[in-house]
């Protein structure tokens, strides 16, 4: 989840609450669902969120969110705007596979060293989460006094231009550095550059922005030295790239609605995408950015109500929307309905439904009482947990200790522990199910049978008193191409039994036991299993089906799990019992 | 005349004329004074002997008592640390006193109150005067400790004595002396020849049929000692909890559900619109397995989520703005919870078209790339449930989880508003831990988007929660490391020794 870094000073500053406590921010906080989770070596309050308010990321959008909360602002606020001065001309050179930008200048900005911070944290903080990682979309800010626009001819509006660059092209100064880099030298050399370097290393031109002097930013990897912001910055030039429009002209909302409330000037620029370049569709090649329109939905004062099980007067639910930062209006017909605007830094209203959440939440979901649903319904177990639950008891009543092992295991100890190989004649011996990429050596697959999880229990126990008479009844997979997700999916029955006088016998005579208990016939001719001592090994016959095995566990098995007492251990499959 | 064994030496040893006490005749017997006294009874019972029992008071010296022998009682170290300042002559302050005397926690009060009421000195705004002519060492509730301590019965005023209990220095009992003597007819028993009854060891099935065993005596077992170590096998504490679970929610009208551990990631995640570039859905935190893609899925199914990722559900809704592919969707991976179920039964793929109203739940195995420690395992129990309605409202679901979690005697329930992509609104679920009565979270739940039923045909609400069985079992069990308690690494003696829940 989310987490947002709060110097306390700059929320009283921001909220207008000079008097309020630490304390006191941090109950109005977790009240909106920010929830505190320390402090930084700087003595900032980190709040985790979920993911849903990216507007909060910052402390200038939870400022905003606590001003609604107080009742300081109601209803939906757009900032001013500009008109453009500035142009993003976009190349037919850029990059198929990150063809998007957007942007806006900021003037009039006063950033103090808590100021710019704050501007960094939320960059940061936005790549982290709907910037997938800058891969969706990166946010560029710079100094604008420091960019030279270049005209594309006499008179034109000054302008810069998103453009393809090759790896080993024009070299600049990257931020944190002194020397200059081609791009490819920054993804080699320079630490951003190495941990960005998978994002484009595979691109056959890299994305780069351009003014008249030259290259000045990387995106998503690492801007230019030359136009970094600093607290002597009084207007910024902000740019995104990423894969997708929609995504970062709202990263780009957020952090203009941010500037905005420290008092900025947010001005327009424009978009031209080139003919050749890859145009979105959705929006045209001419775009003026930001875009700060609002949206709208609707939603029925019917689904309100049922939803939150809340009678409301519509003027009510008003009072919750402007409450929540959002407006609404409706007409008063037999059926009221309410058409909402919600404002251009909110990411997470994708339906009515979302509105009716924030309702909820101005309401106070704390004032709603609890009551049972009014809604009869026949409970009941699955018949193959009843099965299982059954089988199960019969062990346990023969005194076997019922266990619980995991499903993930390795080759090592499915096949090779057990003197058994993959694909072998033998039970327990089907081709694995594999994990793709898995993470650790001990869990690469899902286990074929039980019986090696009951042998490294035992290994684990050889410090415990013996008899360890040990089962399961648990799950069990391989591969086959039959089933619909390609895996077959068991549930089998496994005991063994570990003391000094362990035999063929002692196992037998409870195998028989559990299938005299469901009334099922067992015979057990003679087989040859690697794991088991030949001559001391037979198949598990149940009413007429081979199903599993029993026998006494090879010693060569036995030494592997360090385990100095015989075993002697049956498994056979769940559903034999079932019939 | 037969008797047993005890009971005889007992009688042998008794006299008509002089009483003898148990312990004498258990000297004599060799048997403990406890059977001698129950074959004394046994005894009178028949008429043979009389027991005639005396009461007398015992005294004996607390904990307390017996360190003020040694250290002298709190009042007169007072006084000899006043005596030490010259608090003969002047006042000295309180505090002074007390350092020097060494006095310390509730033995100033003690100090303090019994010099006044000695008439040691005089207590006057914090200082103190010792008065000369005192005479501690001729205090009679020191003597008295003294003559305690050396066990002679000691000749105390009852006044002290009282005074001594008073300050809990002294224990005061009461015990029973027992004497016994013959009676005419244990005189006659003891003339006449008594037999002693056979003591036998064990009951046979020879003993049984011929009836010898109504004149055999059973020999006596230490019943208190230890016995050896006696193990039953036993269902594994996770399934007992889980039992316990479904218990409760068959009870409040859920049926359980099945499916597959390896599904798709369509029902694992884009049915629960979870957009495909949802850091959760990154190859880091899930199990993808190496199978072919999964053919079996309906398109028509397939189309409408593809169609509510890309422009949302309903005329105002809104997709995401997400790359979505059918190839992703088809892969193959370990559920990362059961909610996969709850789509398959909600799709009706997995049985019948269902109908509101409906309740179904599942505690089934899934699995999380997760940093394994004392409270994560890479695979562990979903609690799962859901609730099909009309018109289902966030009461309604509150209601329903105050009942469930009031089950395990987790009682003030809160919910925290939280979000999750698949249900709005959404509720963390909070409660108090029963023993420790810490506020710790306690599950996850929501109404599920129309995004989600939608594509599914479900035109009415559903409503669920989910929340990890380790968790609760943690709770109701107090373990704190979960390995102990799940896969092979566990320890058989802590399965065997863990307290059984109900």
């Not at chain 2, 000691?154 to 002294?170: F, H, K, M, N, T």
């Not at chain 2, 309740?359 to 899934?366: D, G, I, Q």
Request: hydrophobic share 35%; with cysteine; glycine share 8%.
């Amino acid at each position: 989840m989310p987490v947002v870094d709060i110097d306390t000073d700059e929320l009283r500053g921001l909220t207008g609450r000079t008097d309020t406590s630490d304390d006191e921010f941090k109950q109005d906080l977790f009240g909106l669902g920010l929830e505190f989770e320390g402090e930084t070596d700087d003595g900032l309050l980190q709040f985790e969120f979920a993911p849903d308010r990216l507007d909060r990321l910052s402390v200038e959008g939870v400022a905003r969110s606590l001003r609604y909360h107080y009742g300081d602002d109601r209803g939906v606020y757009v900032p001013e705007t500009n008109d453009p001065e500035w142009t993003i001309e976009v190349a037919e050179s850029v990059p198929d596979e990150r063809p998007y930008v957007t942007g806006a200048v900021v003037r009039g900005v006063d950033l103090d060293e808590g100021a710019l911070d704050s501007l960094i944290q939320l960059q940061e903080k936005l790549h982290a989460t709907m910037g997938r990682g800058r891969a969706k979309g990166a946010i560029g800010i710079h100094d604008l006094a420091m960019v030279k626009g270049a005209p594309l001819q006499e008179g034109a509006e000054p302008s810069i231009t998103y453009r393809g660059v090759d790896p080993d092209g024009d070299a600049f100064v990257p931020l944190d550095s002194n020397d200059e880099l081609t791009p490819d030298e920054v993804l080699a050399e320079h630490d951003t550059g190495r941990t960005y370097a998978d994002l484009v290393d595979d691109l056959e031109r890299y994305p780069a922005i351009y003014d008249e002097l030259g290259l000045f930013s990387f995106p998503p990897v690492i801007n230019g030295k030359r136009t970094e912001v600093t607290t002597g910055s009084r207007e910024l030039f902000v740019e995104l790239t990423g894969t997708d429009q929609w995504t970062i002209d709202r990263m780009c909302n957020i952090i203009c609605y941010a500037l905005s409330a420290r008092g900025a000037t947010i001005e327009e620029v424009e978009v031209h995408y080139a003919d050749g370049a890859t145009a979105p569709s959705e929006y045209g090649a001419e775009l003026v950015r930001p875009n700060l329109d609002t949206d709208e939905k609707s939603v029925s004062h019917d689904r309100i109500e049922t939803l939150l099980g809340v009678d409301f007067e519509p003027e009510e639910v008003v009072d919750c929307f402007e409450r929540a930062g959002l407006d609404a209006s409706y007409t008063l017909d037999e059926d009221v309905t309410y058409e909402v605007e919600i404002p251009p830094y909110r990411v997470d209203v994708l339906h009515p439904l979302d509105l009716v959440d924030d309702v909820g939440r101005a309401y106070g979901f704390d004032n709603l009482e609890p009551r049972y649903p009014d809604v009869g319904t026949v409970g009941g177990r699955h018949e193959r947990s009843r099965l299982e639950d059954a089988v199960r008891t019969s062990l346990v009543g023969l005194g076997f200790e019922d266990l619980l092992n995991f499903h993930m295991t390795s080759g090592t100890e499915n096949y090779d522990r057990m003197n058994l190989g993959a694909g072998a004649d033998a039970f327990g011996a089907g081709e694995p199910v594999e994990i793709t990429e898995p993470y650790s050596e001990e869990y690469t697959q899902l286990r074929t049978w039980a019986l090696p999880s009951l042998l490294m229990l035992l290994e684990r126990n050889t410090h415990n008193a013996y008899p360890q008479d040990i089962a399961e009844v648990g799950f069990a997979a391989e591969r086959d191409d039959r089933e619909d997700t390609n895996v077959a999916e068991r549930r089998h029955v496994a005991g063994a039994v570990a003391r000094r006088d362990a035999s063929y016998e002692t196992a037998k005579g409870r195998l028989q036991a559990v299938c005299d208990d469901f009334g099922a016939e067992l015979e057990t001719p003679r087989t040859e299993h690697p794991s088991f001592i030949d001559g001391r090994t037979a198949e598990v016959v149940i009413d007429g089906e081979p199903v599993g095995v029993i026998g006494e566990v090879h010693p060569a098995v036995l030494v592997e799990h360090d385990l100095e007492v015989p075993v002697a251990a049956f498994e056979f499959h769940l559903d034999a019992l079932g019939q | 005349m037969r008797l047993p064994e005890r009971q005889l030496a007992v009688l042998e040893a008794a006299s008509a004329t002089d009483e003898r006490t148990i312990d004498e005749i258990a000297a004599e017997t060799g048997l403990k004074p406890e059977t001698v006294t129950g074959a004394a009874f046994d005894l009178r019972d028949e008429g043979l002997l009389s027991v005639v029992e005396t009461a007398a008071e015992t005294l004996g010296l607390t904990d307390e008592g017996r360190r003020y022998v040694d250290d002298a009682l709190p009042e007169t170290r007072l006084y000899r640390a006043g005596l030490a300042l010259d608090a003969d002559e002047a006042a000295v302050s309180m505090g002074r006193v007390i350092g020097e005397a060494g006095l310390d926690g509730p033995e100033v009060d003690i100090a303090l109150s019994n010099f006044a009421r000695k008439g040691f000195g005089t207590i006057d705004s914090g200082e103190l005067t010792v008065d000369p002519d005192a005479d501690p060492d001729a205090d009679p509730e020191a003597a008295a400790l003294a003559a305690l301590a050396d066990g002679d019965d000691p000749a105390v005023d009852e006044a002290v004595l009282d005074q001594l209990d008073s300050r809990g220095l002294v224990d005061r009992g009461e015990s029973v002396t027992r004497a016994v003597t013959l009676t005419d007819d244990g005189v006659d028993a003891l003339m006449t020849a008594v037999e002693t009854t056979e003591t036998v060891s064990q009951v046979t099935p020879e003993l049984l049929a011929s009836g010898e065993w109504r004149d055999v005596e059973f020999s006596e077992y230490n019943v208190e000692a230890d016995a050896p170590t006696t193990r039953g096998g036993r269902k594994h504490v996770l399934r007992r909890t889980a039992d316990r679970v479904k218990d409760v929610l068959v009870g409040m009208g859920f049926q359980e559900m099945e499916g597959p551990h390896a599904d798709s990631d369509f029902w694992i995640n884009d049915c629960l619109f979870m957009p495909q570039d949802h850091p959760a859905r990154t190859h880091w935190d899930r199990f993808a397995l190496d199978v072919p893609p999964m053919e079996g899925i309906p398109d028509e199914l397939m189309a409408r989520v593809e169609a509510a990722h890309r422009d949302g559900w309903g005329e105002d809704g809104d997709g995401y703005h997400s790359p979505w592919s059918q190839e992703f969707a088809r892969e193959v991976a370990l559920r990362g919870h059961t909610t996969s179920l709850s789509m398959r039964y909600l799709s009706g793929i997995a049985g019948a078209e269902l109908e509101p109203p409906q309740r179904y739940f599942s505690v089934e195995k899934v699995y999380r790339n997760d940093t394994l420690d004392p409270t994560h395992l890479l695979e562990f129990f979903q609690i799962e449930g859901w609730v099909m309605a009309e018109d289902l409202s966030v009461r309604d679901l509150m209601g329903t989880f105050e009942e469930f979690y009031r089950q395990f005697g987790i009682t003030d329930i809160r919910f925290k508003p939280h979000y999750n992509p698949y249900t709005e609104p959404s509720f963390e679920l909070f409660g108090e831990h029963p023993e420790t009565g810490e506020e710790i979270e306690i599950g996850n739940s929501g109404v599920f988007r129309e995004e989600v039923t939608g594509p599914l045909g479900v035109d009415c609400d559903v409503m669920a929660w989910g929340l990890a069985l380790e968790r609760l079992a943690m709770l109701t069990t107090g373990a704190e490391d979960i390995r102990d308690l799940h896969g092979t690494l566990a320890d058989i003696e802590f399965l065997r020794d863990a307290e059984v829940s109900y």
